[in-house]
């Protein structure tokens, strides 16, 4: 099953839904960025939600999410646009806690791997300024902190689920999420439902590794009440190229430029996000640099 996230209105058109499976988008980041398990279900969750929240927003509109936290997986940082592309990157690859005792234990312990720190959601509307809002990290398990998020930032009263379940080879088995906001004119009644269905309701991970598709999902969400209005298929994607690393390095200052000329005679580029190199000769360096004069 190929990767894809719903739309969707519910219960009278008081509820906005949004279902993702994400699966093979996570697995190609752990690739990308050769993940340990707890670092996989990290950025996995954090892929996974931001490729949904890219998707509220209108063509070429972006955002850039950040979560910056104290713990052994240091920032992590997403990119997400209405296309249901997503790249990200993370300071630390190599990060594998799980819970030591209680009822998680042996599960992987994702909010010690984050630790405390900030969200950073970062939108690009097409004007001349971004526009960035903030919110506390709350457990650092990533679904809790952009359920407080959306209520402190956006002032929409929401619920997010997010799941990665890594394999024993350390493979990304299964991944998914939802966003449920509920509208101003909800019924009191519909919000008790919901709040039990949601606690009743299995973890994403295991509903995806089930075989439930995003459509089965919704329904368990909706009860039955759905509308779907959008399926937009949801993937790792990242558009860098050797063109666009050129103009950054003609931002670079003239010491810099010099010293990458004549003393190391080259450059080499990597992408943060893919971890493509691109390796530019002392010719197209001297070329880059006489071109910014003209």
């Given at each position: 099953?190929k990767?894809?996230?719903?739309?969707?209105?519910?219960?009278?058109?008081?509820?906005?839904?949004?279902?993702?499976?994400?699966?093979?988008?996570?697995?190609e980041?752990?690739?990308?960025?050769?993940?340990?398990?707890?670092?996989?279900a990290?950025?996995?969750?954090?892929?996974?939600?931001s490729?949904?929240?890219?998707?509220?927003?209108?063509?070429?509109?972006?955002?850039?999410?950040?979560?910056?936290?104290?713990?052994?997986?240091?920032?992590?940082?997403?990119?997400?646009?209405?296309?249901?592309?997503?790249r990200?990157?993370?300071?630390?690859?190599?990060?594998?806690?799980?819970?030591?005792?209680?009822?998680?234990?042996?599960?992987?312990?994702?909010?010690?791997?984050?630790?405390?720190?900030?969200?950073?959601?970062?939108?690009?509307?097409?004007?001349?300024?971004?526009?960035?809002?903030?919110?506390?990290?709350?457990?650092?398990?990533?679904?809790?902190?952009?359920?407080?998020?959306?209520?402190?930032?956006?002032?929409?009263?929401?619920?997010?689920?997010?799941?990665?379940?890594?394999n024993?080879?350390?493979?990304?088995?299964?991944?998914?999420?939802?966003?449920?906001?509920?509208?101003?004119?909800?019924?009191?009644?519909?919000?008790?439902?919901l709040?039990?269905?949601?606690?009743?309701?299995?973890?994403?991970?295991t509903?995806?590794?089930?075989?439930?598709?995003?459509?089965?999902?919704?329904?368990?969400?909706?009860?039955?009440?759905?509308?779907?209005?959008?399926?937009?298929?949801?993937?790792?994607?990242?558009?860098?190229?050797?063109?666009?690393?050129?103009?950054?390095l003609?931002?670079?200052?003239?010491?810099?430029?010099?010293?990458?000329?004549?003393?190391?005679?080259?450059?080499?580029?990597?992408?943060?996000?893919?971890?493509?190199?691109?390796?530019?000769?002392?010719?197209?360096?001297?070329?880059?640099?006489?071109?910014r004069?003209?």
């Amino acid at each position: 099953m190929k990767d894809y996230a719903l739309i969707a209105h519910a219960y009278n058109k008081t509820v906005r839904i949004y279902v993702a499976s994400s699966t093979h988008l996570v697995e190609e980041a752990r690739k990308i960025h050769k993940t340990w398990p707890t670092a996989t279900a990290a950025l996995g969750r954090f892929l996974t939600v931001s490729a949904m929240m890219g998707l509220m927003y209108k063509e070429k509109e972006r955002i850039t999410l950040r979560i910056k936290g104290d713990g052994p997986i240091g920032s992590m940082l997403v990119e997400a646009n209405t296309l249901g592309e997503v790249r990200g990157e993370l300071t630390n690859s190599n990060v594998y806690l799980q819970y030591e005792d209680g009822p998680k234990k042996g599960k992987l312990n994702v909010g010690a791997a984050v630790g405390k720190g900030f969200l950073h959601v970062t939108k690009d509307l097409g004007m001349k300024e971004f526009f960035t809002s903030s919110s506390e990290l709350q457990t650092g398990e990533i679904g809790d902190d952009f359920t407080y998020y959306f209520a402190l930032s956006e002032q929409t009263p929401s619920s997010v689920g997010l799941g990665v379940l890594v394999n024993v080879d350390h493979s990304v088995l299964a991944s998914g999420g939802y966003i449920l906001q509920v509208m101003p004119n909800i019924k009191e009644e519909t919000i008790t439902h919901l709040e039990s269905l949601i606690s009743s309701l299995p973890p994403m991970s295991t509903l995806i590794h089930e075989g439930k598709t995003p459509e089965e999902i919704l329904t368990l969400l909706s009860s039955g009440t759905e509308e779907i209005l959008k399926k937009q298929p949801i993937n790792y994607s990242c558009h860098c190229s050797k063109e666009s690393f050129s103009k950054s390095l003609s931002a670079l200052d003239d010491e810099t430029m010099d010293s990458l000329i004549h003393e190391d005679g080259q450059a080499e580029i990597e992408c943060h996000f893919c971890h493509k190199k691109y390796h530019f000769t002392k010719d197209e360096l001297l070329k880059i640099k006489n071109f910014r004069k003209i």
